[in-house]
């Protein structure tokens, strides 16, 4: 239990893709081990209203790359004048952590979002940078092999945004319900062109 | 100095297997024992551990040493089930010979002999708790090392370090047989809130001289915790 660093806080996220719309999912637990202390950690962050960045692993690294990030936006907003679009958001985190190569941020991100024309972009990465696109749906964190279990099982192409809450809840409360160190509470944004809408889910606090 | 081309490179499996193939099932628990005039209430938790994987969320932790006593068991689930199994076994022999009820200090202590004689080898502690009708309701902690001690009531498992405070200010002595089942629920609640490694649904076996009742409260039945 005590094992990796990256497992010293817990936690999780989750991100799925449906027709012209993502859901990006996290739980919302802080913890020590196996103490809990917070259950109303927020660990998905709004980058603008078409993209938001999940980030488990430890807290610490979290909440610094994430104030890391937040200085970088606003000096791109003001020399591009614009909004960042999610590709090249997701290769900022990317060559930010890689930057850290030989004493890497503790942290494995996820980035969730809508390009222009609307499409779904997801895009997943470990502690060094490396990442992975997908189409359907990106996981990370204590149960990132449970969830990509659930989200398997329940995901299919196309989803409208009422059905995509559905199946992004499920998915990650039947995965976290079988994790030490994630639950005690949820949260799922759902985003589509007309913006975001946020949801908390009544989860089991053990 | 040895050298040859048999050399293993690795001194133990735990350096190549996949971490969930090497670890234990444990029970990270919280486990509870309450004495009232006339039976014991226990009380557990249900969850058990490889790692920080929950590979079952719905155990039970209470295990029957004899008709009128049990056991809550904490640590190893491999040890906890075989230690309970043997002193099951001696105990029915013991009845046969007896002829009567046989008494809880006597299932505790076969427990004890076992915790302490192997005391080098095993991960396991356990509340030892029933009637006799002697004594009536007794309550017996053995804890890691092979100790026993007979307490009022008492709390075991990784979760109980949370909850000690809570049950030096709620405990009475005299509580009714509600008020033990009460104050074991809240307890036990309150641990699967800040333990990660309790949780699931919380199972309660009464214990008296007319017989065993055994209650389960799941989730949206649990008492509820003002801090939220």
């Known amino acids: 239990m005590g094992d990796s660093i990256l497992t010293y806080n817990g936690g999780c996220v989750l991100a799925m893709a449906g027709k012209n719309c993502v859901a990006i999912a996290a739980d ?110 990106v996981v990370s964190g204590t149960c990132a092999e449970s969830l990509y279990g659930t989200s398997e099982t329940f995901w299919k192409p196309d989803l409208s945004p009422a059905e995509l809450f559905e199946v992004t809840s499920q998915s990650l409360l039947a995965a976290v319900d079988r994790d030490c160190l994630s639950g005690w509470g949820a949260v799922v944004h759902i985003i589509t062109l007309d913006g975001i809408e946020t949801k908390f889910l009544k989860a089991r606090m053990d | 100095m040895l050298q040859g081309v048999g050399v293993a490179p690795f001194k133990s499996t735990s350096e190549w297997l996949p971490s969930i193939l090497e670890q234990q099932h444990m029970m990270g628990t919280t486990i509870m024992a309450v004495e009232f005039d006339g039976g014991v209430v226990l009380g557990a938790d249900s969850r058990t551990t490889t790692g920080a994987y929950i590979a079952n969320r ?61 005391k080098d080898r095993l991960l396991a502690g356990m509340i030892c708790a029933g009637w006799d009708p002697h004594y009536g309701g007794q309550v017996y902690t053995i804890p890691l090392g092979g100790t026993m001690v007979r307490q009022p009531y008492s709390i075991g498992g990784s979760g109980s370090t949370y909850i000690y405070g809570f049950c030096d200010a709620h405990f009475q002595k005299g509580m009714s047989r509600e008020q033990c089942i009460e104050f074991t629920k809240k307890a036990i609640a309150l641990a699967m809130t800040r333990d990660g490694s309790s949780g699931g649904v919380i199972r309660l076996v009464v214990v008296e001289e007319s017989g065993v009742s055994r209650e389960m409260i799941a989730g949206q039945d649990l008492p509820s915790i003002s801090a939220e």
């Open chain 2, 58 to 118: 719905v155990s039970d932790k209470i295990t029957p040493l004899a008709e009128r006593i049990y056991c809550c068991r904490s640590g190893s689930a491999a040890d906890t089930q075989a230690i309970s199994d043997y002193v099951r076994y001696y105990l029915s022999i013991h009845e046969l010979d007896l002829d009567d009820w046989p008494l809880v200090k006597t299932a505790a202590s076969i427990c004890r002999e076992l915790c302490y004689s192997n």
């Open chain 1, 28 to 137: 919302r637990r802080f913890g020590v081990q196996q103490t809990t202390i917070g259950t109303d950690t927020t660990r998905i962050f709004k980058i603008n209203d078409r993209l938001m960045l999940g980030l488990t692993g430890l807290r610490t690294d979290v909440i610094t790359l994430y104030h890391r990030f937040v200085q970088r936006l606003n000096l791109y907003r003001l020399r591009e004048e614009r909004e960042i679009k999610p590709a090249s958001f997701s290769n900022m985190v990317a060559s930010t952590l890689y930057s850290r190569r030989f004493a890497p941020y503790f942290v494995e991100p996820v980035v969730a979002g809508l390009t222009e024309k609307g499409e779904p972009y997801l895009c997943a990465q470990d502690l060094l940078g490396a990442p992975l696109f997908a189409q359907d749906f």
